[in-house]
């Protein structure tokens, strides 16, 4: 069990957890689609079929964008042809980004209280990009990248970096992300407090780790 009492400070991933990756991913697959294949009705369940697999070919973000493009090919015949697919994915995916719903309030309640950290990995310019135009940064004292520490998640030096920008120490803090094989075990390894947010989609963990299913949730969850 964690000892909220200890708790002075969290350290918090930012896509999955606070930015609706799935969400902003649809409305950027959408129009590029709609850019580049303009025979394609945007309203059609064609349209949507092809949504709803590229959105299952980019596995949140864990497989390169380009890939996406060849199974298009390979599946309904769509050649779409972008220089360098991979890093105008990246920014085109920048301007769809979007919090989960409710993110804002809970960290307007949290930050009276706590002192924050964003943890993300990615580049520091991009990551920065997100956490600023979604209105998180005003609320968060610090944000650490994986570009900046040369290391990302669930290198140790990501995380160690967190706790020297809070000036607190690793039972002092409570890790929240999504991802076990990254923001999880990494905080684990260090004996940070973990606590686990993800959506009631039928996924269980057998590691013992206490959860909740949305971050909006997490004010409550600190009190209860």
């Known amino acids: 069990m964690i000892d909220k009492s200890k708790i002075k400070g969290l350290l918090l991933d930012f896509d999955m957890t606070l930015g609706n990756h799935e969400k902003s991913a649809y409305h950027t ?16 369940y064609e349209m949507e079929a092809i949504c709803q697999d590229m ?26 042809e972008i220089d360098n697919f991979n890093e105008y994915w990246s920014y085109r995916h920048l301007k769809h980004v979007e919090l989960y719903d409710g ?8 930050h009276e209280k706590y002192k924050i950290c964003v943890v993300t990995d990615g580049n520091t310019e991009k990551q920065n990009y997100k956490v600023r135009v979604t209105g ?23 995380y160690l970096k967190a706790l020297e920008l809070l000036d607190l120490k690793a039972e002092e803090v409570l ?5 076990f094989s990254s923001d999880l075990l990494g905080a684990r390894r260090l004996d940070i407090p973990c606590l686990w947010v993800w959506p009631d989609d039928g ?19 600190l009190e209860s």
């Open 136 to 158: 998180v940064r005003p609320l968060v004292d610090a944000v650490v990248t994986s570009e900046e520490c040369s290391a990302a998640k669930p290198s140790a030096a990501i």
């Open 175 to 179: 890790f929240v992300g999504d991802r």
């Open 29 to 44: 697959i959408r129009s590029i689609l709609e850019e580049h294949i303009r025979d394609l009705d945007p309203f059609s």
């Open 55 to 80: 959105l299952t070919w980019n596995l949140k973000g864990m497989v390169k964008p380009v890939r996406m493009l060849e199974l298009l090919e390979e599946k309904y015949g769509y050649h779409i």
């Open 203 to 221: 996924r269980e963990a057998k590691a013992e780790i206490e959860r909740i299913y949305s971050f909006k949730d997490l004010p409550d969850w």
């Open 103 to 110: 993110v804002l309030d809970a960290l307007k309640e949290l």
